[in-house]
């Protein structure tokens, strides 16, 4: 593909300097941005460019030449083969144990996946997975949970100049099982399964996935602090109040199957928001006021106590709340018609309902609500793999130890759901 480069950024730049940049030079050519354009579109095909196929995987062996653990480590350091941190290091005997924990067979393709839908994407096997997880220090034990998240194809790493982060929830018997903690610390450093499994994601992603290679296949200005273990932790299903369904049954799954979800978005706020108001209404009040990129979906991590004061205030059911919140969320007028060029047009012209909402003023609130799956979404990238269950697109799920009426909110949206119990 002959490529042209723009300066950048272009992300929140005005009109006219994006206009001078087209007018302008290619940073990396020197020459001009519209001739270029011109000339890559009408040059005739050469040989290298009717090349076709995916781009090939660095080589690699299978198996490194026996040396010092210090010297390997050095190898894996060296070669950005970590996530910066220590890890342990995959011996033939290690990986074996690992590999015990699933009845697949060690060349048996699990997926692949790309840095971003440009990139090709990379094929991975079992062992490969495996590799991979005595590297996060993760014990055999959580192996089918993360050949579960692996066969999902969702980097954890994506590449993008706007910096993602993911999450994954755990669902069903294999959080108990495997001993993860969806009780106190749930969101912390403070399990190893949650730690390694979720660590695990990012190393599969770096080197299965082709992602997390700087300036390259990863691009995030700033980088994610969430990536670091991706936010894994398991629904507490034993908190959850009567009538609210854990996640992975909102999915389509029964409640003994075991279900990794993902969610995908760019940041997760900690909030403990005192107030008169019955909670419900606090949440209902930030979100209507929440702002990201992602616009257009929330996902709400509750405690179970706030679950449990929110089903007392009336709502049954997860969806029952996300409904009333997603139809009693306005959105500001700033925003309302930042992305809403024909409606500001028609407004201008006296259109209803538009010129009415136009004269009630920037720092209003337009009744009208971001969170339906109706609402245009600002990117494609974005949209979920999964069929619209819902009529909106806010997501709610229960963690914590009961111990505050803390509440934390989001951008993040689902993007799949997929079995732990095939990979046993």
Request: proline letters at 7%.
């Amino acid at each position: 593909m002959r490529m042209v480069y723009s300066p950048h950024p272009v992300t929140d730049r005005p009109a006219a300097l994006c206009r001078k940049y087209l007018e302008g030079k290619d940073p990396i050519t020197g020459r001009p941005f519209l001739e270029e354009i011109v000339e890559n579109l009408t040059r005739p095909l050469a040989e290298e460019d009717r090349k076709g196929g995916f781009l090939k995987r660095e080589p690699r062996p299978r198996l490194l030449a026996p040396d010092t653990a210090r010297n390997l480590e050095k190898l894996f350091y060296d070669s950005d083969f970590t996530d910066g941190m220590p890890v342990v290091l995959p011996t033939e005997a290690r990986v074996a144990e690992m590999l015990k924990a699933t009845s697949r067979k060690p060349d048996e393709l699990v997926g692949s996946m790309r840095p971003s839908p440009p990139h090709e994407a990379w094929e991975y096997t079992v062992e490969m997975v495996a590799v991979n997880a005595v590297m996060a220090g993760a014990k055999p034990e959580y192996f089918p949970t993360i050949l579960a998240l692996a066969s999902t194809g969702v980097t954890s790493l994506f590449s993008s100049t706007s910096s993602f982060a993911r999450m994954m929830v755990v669902n069903g018997p294999v959080a108990n099982e495997i001993g993860m903690n969806s009780g106190i610390g749930a969101l912390g450093p403070l399990n190893r399964a949650n730690a390694t499994i979720g660590r695990s994601w990012t190393l599969i992603s770096k080197n299965l996935g082709g992602s997390g290679k700087v300036g390259e296949t990863y691009l995030g200005t700033q980088g994610n602090p969430l990536s670091y273990n991706n936010l894994c932790f398991p629904e507490a299903e034993d908190g959850l109040p009567a009538g609210w369904n854990p996640l992975h049954v909102q999915k389509g799954f029964k409640k003994s199957e075991s279900v990794v979800s993902v969610f995908s978005g760019w940041s997760m706020s900690d909030i403990a928001w005192y107030s008169e108001m019955p909670i419900h209404q606090v949440i209902r009040g930030w979100l209507e006021h929440f702002f990201s990129f992602n616009t257009n979906a929330a996902t709400l991590i509750l405690d179970p106590i706030v679950a449990d004061d929110v089903a007392q205030a009336g709502f049954g059911s997860k969806e029952a709340y996300a409904d009333y919140l997603a139809k009693n969320t306005g959105t500001p007028a700033w925003l309302y018609w930042q992305n809403r060029e024909n409606e500001l047009k028609q407004a201008r012209a006296g259109v209803e309902p538009y010129a009415t909402y136009l004269k009630m003023g920037p720092g209003t609130v337009i009744p009208v609500s971001r969170y339906s799956r109706e609402s245009p979404t600002p990117s494609a990238f974005m949209a979920s793999k999964e069929t619209a269950e819902s009529a909106t697109t806010i997501e709610i799920v229960v963690t914590g130890g009961g111990t505050n009426t803390f509440w934390s909110g989001g951008d993040f949206s689902h993007v799949t759901s997929t079995s732990v119990d095939q990979w046993r």
